[in-house]
C-alpha cells in the first residue's frame, strides 16, 4: 500500500536561512511525487512535482524538491526562507500505474515558521 | 472558470443529523476525491471518483456515502452526524486518473461541527 511520512510536525527556520522539509515514501511501483502549500483558512496549492526525469524539481515561489529513489525521499527546499513561507506543506504519492485503485495519497503535514 | 467550488463553507449539526456536502467543478476534470483535515492527521482520503458512475473507497469511508452522476458533481453525504466527524472537508479534482502526474485542485473547504 502506498504510505507518506512526514517525520516533522514543525520546522523553525530564521529569514534568509535555507529551509528543507521532509518526505518520505513507499509505493510498490514507481511513484509521483507532489508538494502542496495550505495557507490559514484556504485550500491547499499545488507547489511541484515529480514525474520522472531529472531528479532536481523546481516549483512556485523558489521551492524546490530532491527526488532520492534509493533513499525513497523528496525533500522540499528552499535556499533562502521568506516570512510569507509561513504555511503549512502537504507532501502526496501517486502510483504511476493506472488502476482504479491508484489514489493519491498525502502525508500529515509540516508546518513551516520563518521568524524575521 | 469557477474551478472547485464547495457549499456550505460552515455548518452546524446534532448528533444522528444527515446532510450532503457539495462539491462541483467546471473543468471537465475526470478525477474528483473527497478528503477530511484534522489537527496532526494531515489530509485523510475518504472517497474519489475516476468519473461518472465509478466511486470507490479511501482510507477513512465509514459513515460517508458518495455518488457521481455527473462529471461536474460530487456530493457526500453524512448518513447519521457523529462529533468524530467534525472535520475540515475539502473536494479536490483531477483532469484524468489515466494521467496520475497530473495535479490535483482543491476547494476552499467545508468546515463541519458536529454536537
Known amino acids: 500500500a502506498q504510505s507518506v511520512a512526514q517525520p516533522e510536525d514543525q520546522v523553525n527556520v530564521a529569514e534568509g536561512n535555507p529551509l528543507t522539509v521532509k518526505c518520505t515514501y513507499s509505493v510498490s511501483g514507481n511513484p509521483y511525487l507532489f508538494w502542496y502549500v495550505q495557507y490559514p483558512n484556504r485550500g491547499l496549492q499545488f507547489l511541484l512535482k515529480?514525474?520522472?526525469?531529472?531528479?532536481l524539481v523546481k516549483g512556485s515561489y523558489g521551492f524546490e524538491a530532491e527526488f532520492n529513489k534509493s533513499q525513497t525521499s523528496f525533500h522540499l527546499k528552499k535556499p533562502s526562507a521568506l516570512v510569507s513561507d509561513s504555511a503549512l506543506y502537504f507532501c502526496?504519492?501517486?502510483?504511476?500505474?493506472?488502476?482504479?485503485?491508484?489514489?493519491?495519497?498525502f502525508g500529515s503535514g509540516t508546518r513551516l515558521s520563518i521568524r524575521p | 472558470n469557477a474551478g472547485v467550488t464547495q457549499t456550505p463553507k460552515f455548518q452546524v449539526l446534532k448528533t444522528g443529523q444527515s446532510m450532503t456536502l457539495q462539491c462541483a467543478q467546471d473543468m471537465n476534470h475526470e478525477y474528483m476525491s473527497w478528503y477530511r483535515q484534522d489537527p496532526g492527521m494531515g489530509l485523510r482520503l475518504i472517497h474519489y471518483?475516476?468519473?461518472?458512475?465509478?466511486?470507490d473507497q479511501g482510507e477513512v469511508p465509514n459513515g460517508y456515502n458518495v455518488s457521481r452522476s455527473t462529471t461536474e458533481d460530487f456530493p457526500l453525504r453524512l448518513l447519521s452526524a457523529a462529533p468524530s466527524q467534525t472535520s475540515v472537508y475539502f473536494c479536490?479534482?483531477?483532469?484524468?486518473?489515466?494521467?496520475?502526474?497530473?495535479?490535483?485542485?482543491f476547494g476552499p473547504g467545508t468546515r463541519l461541527l458536529v454536537l
Open positions: 471518483s475516476v468519473g461518472a458512475g465509478i466511486t
Open positions: 502526496a504519492v501517486r502510483e504511476s500505474m493506472y488502476s482504479s485503485a491508484s489514489k493519491i495519497i
Open positions: 515529480y514525474i520522472t526525469g531529472d531528479n
Open positions: 479536490a479534482s483531477s483532469y484524468s486518473v489515466q494521467v496520475p502526474q497530473e495535479t490535483q485542485y
